[in-house]
T-cell receptor
Framework: AQSVTQLGSHVSVSEGALVLLRCNYS??????LFWYVQYPNQGLQLLLK??????LVKGINGFEAEFKKSETSFHLTKPSAHMSDAAEYFC?????????????FGTGTSLTVIP | KAGVTQTPRYLIKTRGQQVTLSCSPI?????VSWYQQTPGQGLQFLFE???????NKGNFPGRFSGRQFSNSRSEMNVSTLELGDSALYLC?????????????FGQGTRLTVV
């Protein structure tokens, strides 16, 4: 079974519109949750993470994500898309509920921003 | 603080050859993981090392191997290269993954097998 599911491999939004990228995890125990961004031919850069505490997490570049235990979700949002947000986004989990000391990544969502 | 450094950035090899990729983690990070990224398969976990010990291994053939040195630097080796091994290979280091610390990624090595 998929450890992390990202709904929508491609998402297109207009510049200035809301960005919503979906992520659901499969474990019954809340894991550690991460969002990463990847630009072409680059490594992954951490946007934000949730381990414990406040369920609404703010990250870099105006992104935020909310951990919802009841929905086993950690969706990424940004109120107003910018052209520079066009990239590949990965949700990842680690820790409780997952075997091994590794990160499990979703299949990624490619975000296109239309001018 | 220096980030994760991967060398080389680009590599072209011929089928049947072998290749060694190098990764220098962030200072103080003892966990190093390797991933293969291809357009069709996304990010596939290869293996994770911690203090010179391989703790986890992904579902890859034995042609893929790795090691970690006492200074936490890591290498991965692919023998008898196949066309399908063409990919971006990413290395990531983490301070303490079981405690929720994030992975920091290098820029990757783009391997092309011809």
């Amino acid at each position: 079974a998929q450890s992390v599911t990202q709904l929508g491999s491609h998402v297109s939004v207009s510049e200035g519109a809301l960005v919503l990228l979906r992520c659901n995890y499969s474990s019954s125990v809340p894991p550690y949750l991460f969002w990463y961004v990847q630009y072409p031919n680059q490594g992954l850069q951490l946007l934000l993470k949730y381990t414990t505490g406040a369920t609404l997490v703010k990250g870099i570049n105006g992104f935020e994500a909310e951990f919802k235990k009841s929905e086993t979700s950690f969706h990424l949002t940004k109120p107003s898309a910018h052209m520079s947000d066009a990239a590949e986004y990965f949700c990842a989990v680690s820790g409780p509920g997952y075997t091994g000391n590794q990160f499990y990544f979703g299949t990624g969502t490619s975000l296109t921003v239309i001018p | 603080k220096a980030g994760v450094t991967q060398t080389p950035r680009y590599l072209i090899k011929t089928r049947g050859q072998q290749v060694t990729l190098s990764c220098s983690p962030i200072s103080g990070h003892r966990s190093v993981s390797w991933y293969q990224q291809t357009p069709g398969q996304g990010l596939q976990f290869l293996f994770e090392y911690f203090s010179e010990t391989q703790r986890n291994k992904g579902n890859f053939p034995g042609r893929f191997s790795g090691r970690q040195f006492s200074n936490s630097r890591s290498e991965m080796n692919v023998s008898t290269l196949e066309l399908g091994d063409s990919a971006l290979y990413l290395c990531a280091s983490s301070l303490n993954p079981e405690q929720g610390t994030e992975a920091f990624f290098g820029q990757g090595t783009r391997l092309t097998v011809v």
